[in-house]
């Protein structure tokens, strides 16, 4: 069983920073990849980004150069750093966990970020 739980989030002006935070609670082993969805109003989840057991990292096109993603495989947390926020990055954040070995998403509950003046 996994369970993985969320915090940051919130109101931000455009051009601001927030962080968001998730920590895994699980006693599963093996290679496996964390990571950032988002779901935007009225739309699909999407990836935001995600990094796999040995920092293989990959960003969606739309949060290159202004989001940034570490993983502490020792704390079993990954955090999201986010600058320059844009209104379009408005969304359900939700942290993700998947297992190479098993055929199965794990999600966190979701994090509201609202980007607006």
């Known amino acids: 069983q996994v369970q993985l739980v969320e915090s940051g989030g919130g109101l931000v002006q455009p051009g601001g920073s927030l962080r968001l935070s998730c920590a895994a609670f699980d006693n599963i082993f093996g290679p496996n990849t964390m990571g950032w969805y988002r779901q935007p109003p009225g739309k699909e989840r999407e990836l935001v980004a995600q990094v796999d057991s040995v920092y293989n990292i990959n960003y969606a096109d739309s949060v290159k150069g202004r989001f940034t993603i570490s993983r502490d495989i020792a704390k079993n947390t990954v955090d999201l750093q986010m600058n320059n926020l844009r209104p379009e990055d408005t969304a359900v954040y939700y942290c993700?966990?998947?297992?190479?070995?098993?055929?199965?998403?794990?999600w966190g509950q979701g994090t509201q970020v609202i980007v607006s003046s």
């Open positions: 993700h966990k998947r297992y190479s070995s098993i055929d199965y998403d794990y």
